[in-house]
């Protein structure tokens, strides 16, 4: 099985602003509805980094490292 990255993933929202002046991608965001507790309209949106740490995994609205939300393209 091959490893499931953000950047693969059909809500991956890339911060261009970080991309092209910083070469960063710590502000990447993840659009997905499973992991906001926005109900009303969901369109808030979490970094990706940390909905993949390992640390928050066993929050509801987490990926984790295994990518439990992770969609492909």
Known sequence: MTKKLCKDCKWYRRSWFEHI???DNR??????P???DDLVSGYK???CDMLRA???KELDYS???????????
């Not at 502000?27 to 997905?32: E, H, L, P, V, Y």
């Not at 990926?63 to 393209?73: I, S, T």
Request: aromatic share 24%; with cysteine.
């Open 45 to 47: 949106q979490r970094f």
């Open 63 to 73: 990926c984790g490292p295994d990518g439990r939300f992770w969609e492909e393209k």
């Open 27 to 32: 502000f990447d965001m993840c659009a997905s």
């Open 21 to 23: 002046f910083f070469r």
């Open 54 to 56: 390992n640390r928050w």
């Open 34 to 36: 499973n992991t906001t």
